[in-house]
């Protein structure tokens, strides 16, 4: 695992977090894709014995979709004001999912709030970024909720996903300090700096306890 400073991980050694089987993700976004393309660089680059074999994007003009073409990974979307209730949206998203034979899902800044629907198909095989310490801030505008609360420190939480916002059990943190001149610009920045960083080895402690 990365030797950080900032780094709040469980103790496992790179033995543990080994998995022999190739495992088949199935990631989700809305936005720029930058932490997708940590997970398809960390696979690449055979840190992550993973292949994602599909990105589904519900926002027609998110960036993700130059990222995933790019980096030759099938996508689809599936734009949210297509239907009208997050029930079905999950429904289509779980029929992607299962052509394609997802074994895991990863909400990789995924703004939607999902629903009882995926998680009965992926029980405790949905893995969520949030850009805060978790339990705190959680919910939309988690940096600027972190500035307005005046604390010295934020980061971020990788965590698997239960029908609560923003929960669920953490599998990983990385701890951010918050600097006199930051805006919400230069922190986020410096938060996404450990995400890519945090987001792999999230993935690799939950896939590990079922390898």
């Known amino acids: 695992m990365t030797n950080s400073p900032y780094l709040i991980s469980p103790s496992l050694t790179q033995e543990q977090l080994s998995i022999e089987k190739t495992v088949k993700l199935g990631v989700m976004a809305s936005g720029s894709g930058s932490n997708f393309e940590a997970i398809a660089l960390a696979i ?40 009208k209730t997050r029930k079905a949206l999950d429904q289509a998203i779980v029929e992607v999912f299962q052509v394609h034979g997802v074994e895991w899902v990863v909400m990789a800044g995924w703004m939607r709030i999902i629903t009882q629907e995926l998680l009965n198909a992926y029980p405790q095989k949905v893995i969520n970024i949030h850009p805060s310490i978790l339990p705190s801030f959680k919910g939309i505008n988690a940096v600027e909720q972190a500035l307005s609360a005046r604390v010295k420190v934020t980061g971020c939480t990788v965590h698997l996903v239960d029908l609560e916002v923003d929960s669920g059990e953490i599998l990983i943190q990385a701890v951010v300090p918050i600097l006199a001149d930051d805006t919400a610009d230069s922190l986020h920045d410096r938060i996404q700096i450990q995400e890519h960083r945090i987001i792999v080895e999230g993935i690799s402690i939950a896939l590990s306890r079922n390898s």
């Open 44 to 83: 690449n680059e055979g840190k992550l014995n993973a292949k994602i074999e599909v990105l589904i994007y519900n926002n027609p003009d998110a960036k993700v979709k130059e990222r995933a073409d790019r980096l030759n990974i099938p996508t689809v979307l599936l734009n949210h004001r297509d239907y």
